[in-house]
T-cell receptor, first 117, second 109 residues
Framework: GAVVSQHPSRVICKSGTSVKIECRSL??????MFWYRQFPKQSLMLMAT?????????EQGVEKDKFLINHASLTLSTLTVTSAHPEDSSFYIC?????????????FGPGTRLLVL | GQNIDQPTEMTATEGAIVQINCTYQ??????LFWYQQHAGEAPTFLSY??LDGLEEKGRFSSFLSRSKGYSYLLLKELQMKDSASYLC??????????WGAGTKLIIKP
């Protein structure tokens, strides 16, 4: 159980284009979903937290107009990188948990490797 | 501030035992997680401790001492596939996960 999928697994795009990444919880309802970014040889950096049906909470320094998050249902959240630039190239990982109380384990999707040319 | 400390890298021999330590200073505590992350892949959940003591799960065990702000992940009968980074993360009083930088574990034959 607790499987999270992410699509696409890898994307290459031109600078200035927008890229949408989907995150789905396959066998449980994800009340809360998290979006992380990880640069090579660095730890995970939380970008935003989203609860189903409400606006995402962004971490300090993350531009909400650039990284659009939609958590429309209990099984799907999307991250759209708008007007992507080479510095946005990174490994984007989503995770999902069943509740919004303390202690819920986060289950991670396989990640999306974004390369902006 | 909040911080999680764990060694950057450790080396161990196949078949042996290794202990990866994690110390933390956070505003509140709602549990400590260990995740495994192979190179180029997303993290996978290993363990969760919220009470003091040892939790055993097969070859992996995790220990927590809340009074000392300390945890360790113990890996027994090491296999080559255990070569990965091991991430320690603490959930603070706001139920936010604070991540350590990870410990890269290298297993040698």
């Amino acid at each position: 159980g607790a499987v999270v999928s992410q699509h696409p697994s890898r994307v290459i795009c031109k600078s200035g284009t927008s890229v949408k990444i989907e995150c789905r919880s396959l066998d449980f309802q994800a009340t809360t979903m998290f979006w992380y970014r990880q640069f090579p040889k660095q730890s995970l950096m939380l970008m935003a937290t989203s609860n189903e049906g409400s606006k995402a909470t962004y971490e300090q320094g993350v531009e909400k107009d650039k990284f659009l998050i939609n958590h429309a249902s209990l099984t799907l959240s999307t991250l759209t990188v708008t007007s992507a630039h080479p510095e946005d190239s990174s490994f984007y990982i989503c995770s999902a948990s069943e509740g919004n109380r303390g202690g819920e384990t986060q289950y991670f999707g396989p990640g999306t490797r974004l390369l902006v040319l | 501030g909040q911080n999680i400390d764990q060694p950057t890298e450790m080396t161990a021999t196949e078949g042996a035992i290794v202990q990866i330590n994690c110390t933390y200073q956070t505003s509140g505590f709602n549990g400590l997680f260990w995740y495994q992350q192979h190179a180029g892949e997303a993290p996978t959940f290993l363990s969760y401790n919220v009470l003091d003591g040892l939790e055993e799960k097969g070859r992996f065990s995790s220990f927590l001492s809340r009074s000392k702000g300390y945890s360790y992940l113990l890996l027994k009968e090491l296999q080559m596939k255990d070569s990965a980074s091991y991430l320690c993360a603490v959930m603070d009083s706001n139920y936010q996960l604070i991540w350590g930088a990870g410990t890269k574990l290298i297993i040698k034959p």
